[in-house]
C-alpha cells in the first residue's frame, strides 16, 4: 500500500486500514498550539466534536479517523505522558476508555477495538506534548468494506453526525 509511510499512527491491526482523508491531517499547516487545549479550553463541545467532561480528563473525536467513531481520551492538562499524570487522571482515563467502549458498541455496534498511546514522536505520536489514548472501533471486514471509486473512499459517516449520535449516549 503507497501510504504505509503517511500513517504514523499504526498500531497493531490498523495497518491495513486505508484511510486516505488521514493526508489532510499529514498536509496541514503546522500551527504550533495543541489542538488538545483548544478543543478543551473551548465553551462549543459541538463544534470541538468533545463526546464528554469527566473531572480531570474528557473524551473527543479525532477529525482525521482510522475509522468511523475514533476517538480519543486525554486529560485536560498539557502533559506528556502517563509519568505526568497524576493518578485521579490516570483512573479516569481507563474508566472513560471503558465506558467509550460501552458507547461505540451500543450506539454503533462495533465488535471489537484498538485502543493505545503512541508516546514519543519516534512512535507515531502526531501531538507529542499532550498525551492521549485512541481508541478505534472495528468491524468485521473493515479493511476491506468500502469500495474505493475513482481513488476516493466514502467517509461513512459526517462528524457532526456521528458526534449528534454518540453525545447523548456519554451523558445518559
Ligand atoms: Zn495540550
Not at 498500531?11 to 482523508?21: I, K, M, T
Not at 502533559?79 to 481507563?94: C, F, G, S, T, Y
Not at 467509550?100 to 519516534?122: D, H, K, Y
Request: proline content about 7%.
Amino acid at each position: 500500500m503507497k501510504d504505509d509511510a503517511v500513517q504514523p499512527d499504526d498500531g497493531v491491526g490498523l495497518r491495513r486500514l486505508w484511510a486516505p482523508w488521514r493526508m489532510q491531517y499529514i498536509h496541514r499547516p503546522k500551527k504550533g498550539g495543541c489542538f488538545l487545549c483548544e478543543a478543551f479550553s473551548s465553551q462549543d463541545d459541538r463544534s470541538q466534536l468533545i463526546l464528554y467532561r469527566g473531572n480531570s480528563c474528557g473524551v473527543i473525536l479525532n477529525r482525521y479517523p482510522y475509522n468511523n467513531g475514533h476517538l480519543m481520551i486525554a486529560p485536560y492538562r498539557h502533559v506528556p505522558d502517563l509519568d505526568a499524570m497524576n493518578p485521579e487522571e490516570r483512573h479516569e482515563m481507563i474508566d472513560l476508555l471503558s465506558r467509550s467502549i460501552q458507547v461505540l458498541r451500543r450506539t454503533m455496534s462495533a465488535e471489537g477495538f484498538n485502543a493505545g498511546l503512541n508516546l514519543g514522536e519516534c512512535a507515531g505520536a502526531g501531538l507529542p506534548g499532550h498525551v492521549h489514548l485512541h481508541l478505534v472501533p472495528r468491524w468485521t471486514g473493515d479493511t476491506n468494506f468500502m469500495p474505493v471509486v475513482g481513488g476516493t473512499k466514502v467517509i461513512p459517516q459526517s462528524l457532526d453526525d456521528l458526534w449528534q449520535q454518540l453525545h447523548p449516549a456519554f451523558v445518559s
